[in-house]
């Protein structure tokens, strides 16, 4: 074989390389078309409408705790209930509320900060577990009155399950509540809430 010949060969194998990688990329952007694409719309669409609306704090929700005059002012919070400053926030407002609760109406919201208080997610889980039996303002006051306490635990679980008892409520239902996915997603939404109205501590 001369020269002239093995450079034609040597060609035609690169073309057919050429080829056989095109026909590859093609078929492998079909299969993302038929695959990655339908999950990623099912994957947004969950995004989107699974996790239920986001309120804004000029709305309130169905779902949100509310105290106070409906007709006042309204007094949107975003807390965890293991920050030291909400915990200073919530002293603050006790001891106004009954100058103010005939012309202000509190719309408490989740924003449990999980990286620095360790308790905060069980506590606002707890709150909402109380809720469901009609003692969320109770349940907030206690673990908020508490907090110097509970926040240097290793485990609150036994000190919760306390403060669920002392308010006389069912330890068993509230438990069930507890692992709720409905319970779940609203301490979820309020963060989401507060995230996007630019709440970052």
Same mark, same amino acid.
């Given at each position: 074989?001369?020269? *002239?010949?093995?450079? *034609? ?9 050429? @080829? ?43 779902? /949100? ?6 007709? &006042? ?6 807390? /965890?209930? @293991? ?7 919530? &002293? ?10 005939? =012309?202000?109406?509190?719309?408490? *919201? ?37 907090? &110097? ?5 290793? /485990? ?29 997603? =609203?301490?979820?939404?309020?963060? *989401?809430?507060?995230?996007?109205? &630019?709440?970052?501590?």
């Amino acid at each position: 074989m001369n020269k *002239r010949e093995e450079q *034609r060969r040597i060609r035609e194998e690169k073309q057919k390389a050429a @080829q056989l990688r095109s026909t590859r990329q093609k078929l492998i952007a079909k299969t993302a078309m038929f695959l990655i694409v339908p999950l990623l719309v099912i994957t947004v669409l969950y995004a989107i409408m699974g996790q239920g609306r986001v309120y804004s704090p000029i709305e309130i929700a169905p779902y /949100d705790h509310t105290r106070g005059n409906p007709n &006042g002012v309204k007094m949107v919070i975003y807390a /965890d209930f @293991q920050c030291p400053a909400c915990g200073t926030e919530h &002293g603050v407002v006790a001891q106004a509320w009954n100058a103010i609760s005939n =012309k202000t109406q509190m719309i408490f *919201r989740h924003y449990p900060l999980t990286g620095s208080h360790p308790h905060a997610w069980e506590a606002a889980t707890y709150a909402e577990a109380a809720g469901n039996q009609g003692k969320f303002w109770e349940m907030y006051d206690l673990l908020f009155i508490n907090q &110097g306490y509970w926040a240097g635990l290793s /485990d609150v679980d036994a000190e919760f399950d306390g403060y669920l008892t002392q308010l006389g409520l069912d330890l068993e239902q509230a438990h069930m509540d507890l692992e709720s996915d409905d319970l779940i997603q =609203k301490v979820r939404n309020d963060q *989401r809430s507060g995230t996007r109205s &630019g709440v970052r501590s």
